[in-house]
């Protein structure tokens, strides 16, 4: 019985590892991205350094085979950004006001606000991320 009970707690234990898997990514001293690839296909974000088990209050959601933009404007920190989604793929935003979102076909709606002339706008931060293939791309301009 204690053999089953080992078992059961290691199994459990390896599960809840996978299942906090997550990448921090640094842009500056104050700016950070936590991508949480959860088991369940969804992957949180947030603009922070995250490590608990538990959802934090503030997160966008999506699945782990999405592409993901995100544009912060460096004037306001983390208050005020964009999100746009490069694939046809479910986003929810959760506990953060004031974002602009973007789906897929909306690319000429977030190019125009956020680009100026193919390239990225002055005081502006840029993360783009392939969270299959846990690529991050980042740009910043001052």
Same mark, same amino acid.
């Given at each position: 019985?204690?053999?089953?009970?080992?078992?059961?707690?290691?199994?459990?234990?390896?599960?809840?590892?996978?299942?906090?898997?997550?990448?921090?990514?640094? @842009?500056?001293?104050?700016?950070?991205? /936590?991508?949480?690839?959860?088991?369940? =296909?969804?992957?949180?974000? /947030?603009?922070?350094?995250? @490590?608990?088990? @538990?959802?934090?209050?503030?997160?966008?959601?999506? /699945?782990?085979?999405? @592409?993901?933009?995100?544009?912060?404007?460096?004037?306001?920190? =983390?208050?005020?950004?964009?999100?746009?989604?490069?694939?046809?793929?479910?986003?929810?935003?959760?506990?953060?006001?004031?974002?602009?979102?973007?789906? =897929?076909?909306?690319?000429?709606?977030?190019?125009?606000?956020?680009?100026?002339?193919?390239?990225?706008?002055? =005081?502006?931060?840029?993360?783009?991320?392939?969270?299959?293939?846990?690529?991050?791309?980042?740009?910043?301009?001052?």
């Amino acid at each position: 019985m204690r053999t089953i009970i080992k078992i059961i707690a290691v199994i459990a234990l390896l599960l809840l590892a996978f299942d906090q898997s997550r990448s921090v990514y640094k @842009f500056d001293d104050n700016h950070y991205i /936590t991508v949480w690839k959860r088991l369940d =296909n969804n992957c949180i974000i /947030t603009l922070d350094k995250h @490590f608990s088990i @538990f959802k934090p209050s503030q997160y966008i959601e999506t /699945t782990n085979d999405n @592409f993901i933009t995100i544009v912060i404007d460096k004037q306001y920190g =983390n208050s005020d950004f964009a999100v746009y989604s490069g694939q046809d793929k479910p986003v929810h935003i959760v506990g953060y006001k004031n974002i602009d979102f973007y789906k =897929n076909n909306k690319y000429d709606d977030f190019k125009k606000q956020y680009y100026e002339n193919d390239n990225h706008k002055k =005081n502006y931060m840029y993360f783009s991320i392939d969270i299959k293939e846990k690529l991050i791309s980042k740009f910043s301009e001052y």
